[in-house]
Structures are given as C-alpha cells and as structure tokens.
C-alpha cells in the first residue's frame, strides 16, 4: 500500500498568515492527488485535484503543487473560514489512501 | 444540485450485518465511479471502497475485505454498502462520494 505522510500534524497560525502542509507518498503517484478541507461535523470538500488544479468554486488563495513523491497545500493568507482540518488522498494505486490529516488553528 | 443521501445507519451488535444507502441526484448517477470513505470517531479519513460505473470493477481497503460488499444500481441511481462481520473498529461515520462531492454521512456503531 501507497502511505501518505502528511506534515505537520497540526498548524497554529493567524489570519492574514501564509501556510503550507506537505504530503509525501511512499512510492511516486505521478499527479494523482487531492486535497480535501474538513470541518467539524462535515463531510470532507475537495478544494484541489490532479495536485495542482483548483477545484470549481474554490477561492484562489488555495493552491497545489507537486508531482511524484512530494506535494503542498498552499494558502496563501488564512482567513476565518479556513481553520479545519486537511487531508491528501493519493488515487494511483489500491488501495487509495489518504495522509494523516493536518489541523489548523488560530493562533 | 447534485445531492448525495446516506441512510441505514446504526447501533449494531459486533458479528452483526448493516446495508448502508446513498441516494444520488443532481448528475448522471452511472457515468461516475462511486466511493465510500469513513471517518472513525476523532480521527482522520479512510478510503473504504469504490465501484466502476457498470460495477464491474470494485476495489476495497484490506481490513474490509470479505466483510464488506459495495454495488450500485443505475436504475435507481443508489450507491450501497453490504457490512457483514462487524466489528468495534468499524464504527464510524461512512461518507458516500465522488470527487467533489460528499453526503452529510451515516454514522454507524458497532458495540455490544
């Protein structure tokens, strides 16, 4: 199975602040890897898939980059809304798997 | 509006069996792969399951397989999940989705 290492684990930061949470597969994914927010109580909401590409509706102070082993998810100043949770998923081999989850909180 | 509706959630003995549903509208239910993650009590996100458009295909996490069964009915654009064997870990709350989309979630709980 692909492991998806996420880093950190948990995030304090302020609005305004430029954050970024790291993914990094066990063997290369090529591109196939989303990233998903989470809030308390919530289903999960795709904000980036094939790691780069901004999903439809998705404010563009999200970002993705990366390709083959090592991946980030960008923001690029916090605001309010964006305190949650993140997780990637890797959707290149079975079983898919997401990282660990990063929680991000105020500061 | 795409809408995704989980239901059949529970309070389950652990050896005993639970049929989730997912009632999807809003897109054409057969074009897409359909997945099942879930979401242990305070803890992250499990991929579960999925199922090819004409289920023909279907793909599992190890601890769920031989226990759990995914299918899908085009006709009546539903998304299921046969749980047999349950077990303490399986509680959880089990999302049905695809890509960008996700239901609210069924909690299901397994405990004597």
């Known amino acids: 199975d692909i492991q998806m290492t996420q880093s950190p684990s948990s995030l304090s930061a302020s609005v305004g602040d430029r954050v970024t949470i790291t993914c990094r597969a066990s063997q290369g994914i090529r591109n196939d890897l989303g990233w998903y927010q989470q809030k308390p109580g919530k289903a999960p909401k795709r904000l980036i898939y094939?790691?780069?590409s901004l999903q439809t509706g998705v404010p563009s102070r999200f970002s993705g980059s990366g390709s083959g082993t090592e991946f980030t998810l960008t923001i690029s100043s916090l605001q309010p809304e964006d305190f949650a949770t993140y997780y990637c998923?890797?959707?290149?081999?079975?079983?898919?798997?997401f990282g660990q989850g990063t929680k991000l909180e105020i500061k | 509006e795409v809408q995704l509706v989980e239901s059949g959630g529970g309070l389950v003995q652990p050896g005993g069996s639970l049929r989730l549903s997912c009632a999807a509208s809003g897109f054409t239910f057969s074009n897409f792969w359909m997945t099942w993650v879930r979401q242990a009590p305070g803890k992250g996100l499990e991929w579960v399951a999925n199922?090819?458009?004409?289920?023909?295909?279907?793909h599992y996490v190890d601890s769920v397989k031989g226990r759990f069964t995914i299918s899908r009915d085009n006709a009546k654009n539903s998304l299921y999940l046969q749980m047999n064997s349950l077990r303490a870990e399986d509680t959880a709350m089990y999302y049905c989705?695809?890509?960008?989309?996700w239901g609210q979630g069924t909690l299901v709980t397994v405990s004597s």
């Open positions: 199922v090819k458009q004409d289920g023909s295909e279907k």
């Open positions: 094939a790691a780069s």
């Open positions: 998923l890797q959707h290149n081999s079975y079983p898919y798997t």
């Open positions: 989705g695809r890509g960008e989309f």
